[in-house]
Structures are given as structure tokens and as C-alpha cells.
């Protein structure tokens, strides 16, 4: 049931980030919404259990977007990867630590998109706006990135409550 769950995330994610936060708020000013779900799967998941979720997420959302496919998969491996080897060595499940956790995935996903810029084009001179618009985004996942984190995990342990002990086997 596990599954279920993390494809009902991945497609309410992607709803609310394109439907409802384009009308809130100019596109540039958010974060994007996977990367708290994505530190989830990193620090409270088996490996195994979330690899292919992290990799359909970041398909999902280089699909709805218009940069080189692939990027937003890099981005969330990358993050997945970190988020994995950080907490093996520190405690970053405290509710201290998952402002800084997101607020660096958000980092984390603008330099991988810094560098596929220049990759791409070695001329390439970073905007003057981009630095306010990056410091709004991170301010924005520091702000809200642990409530999101929290609400998907308080969203799992219910998921389970609800879901954990049904069986969908015949009986005859």
C-alpha cells in the first residue's frame, strides 16, 4: 500500500504545483514542491522501496517542464542521494533540521540547473534576478518545506491506518 501512497503524493504534487500555486503565486517565487517529499523518501524510506518513486517524480516533472529531459531526475537523485548519506551520519529527521534540509534541496536543484545551463551553453551569464529569486526560494522551503515534510508523513502514517490491513484477496 506503500505504492499507493506515493503515487497519490507524486500526482497531488503535481496538480497543486501546476493548477494551484500558478495562481497564488508568480511560478519563480516557489520552490518546487517535490523536493520535501523527495527528503522524505530520503530519510524515512527503504531505499529500494522509493528509488523508482524518486526517478518517476523527477520524470513527471521534467515532462510538464521546459528544460532538457533528464534535468529534474538529476536534480532529485542528487537530493535523494545526499538527503541518504546525510542522514546516515546526522540526525536530520528533528523537526530543527528539515528547514535546512529543504532549503538546501532547493540549492541543491538550482545549481543542477546552473549547471546544465552552462553546460549547454558555455557563454551562458547567470541573470542578475537570479540571485533574489533563488534567496525567495530558499526562504520559501525554509518556511514551508517542514510543515510539507511533516504533512506527508502525518499523510503516510494515516495512509497506512487506513489502507494497512486491507487485503485484496479473494475469498471464497
Not at 67 to 74: A, D, H, I, K, M
Not at 133 to 157: C, D, L, P, T
Request: aromatic share 18%; with cysteine.
Amino acid at each position: 500500500m506503500n505504492y499507493g501512497f506515493y503515487l497519490f503524493v507524486c500526482l497531488f504534487l503535481t496538480i497543486f504545483q501546476t493548477v494551484v500555486i500558478l495562481e497564488v503565486l508568480p511560478s519563480y517565487q516557489w520552490y518546487d514542491l517535490f523536493i520535501p517529499f523527495i527528503i522524505y523518501l530520503g530519510m524515512m524510506r527503504p531505499f529500494f522501496e522509493v528509488i523508482h518513486f524518486v526517478i518517476l517524480s523527477g520524470l513527471i516533472v521534467d515532462s510538464l517542464s521546459a528544460g532538457p529531459l533528464g534535468l529534474y531526475v538529476t536534480s532529485y537523485l542528487w537530493i535523494f542521494a545526499l538527503t541518504r548519506y546525510v542522514s546516515g551520519v546526522l540526525v536530520v529527521g528533528h523537526w530543527m533540521c528539515l528547514p535546512f534540509a529543504a532549503a538546501t534541496g532547493v540549492l541543491i536543484e538550482n545549481f543542477v540547473i546552473l549547471g546544465a545551463c552552462v553546460f549547454l551553453d558555455r557563454k551562458f551569464q547567470v541573470p542578475r534576478t537570479s540571485v533574489r529569486i533563488v534567496a525567495e526560494q530558499v526562504g520559501w522551503a525554509a518556511v514551508s518545506g517542514g510543515f510539507i515534510f511533516a504533512g506527508i508523513k502525518i499523510a503516510h502514517r494515516q495512509w497506512r491506518e487506513w489502507f494497512g490491513n486491507v487485503s485484496f484477496d479473494k475469498k471464497s
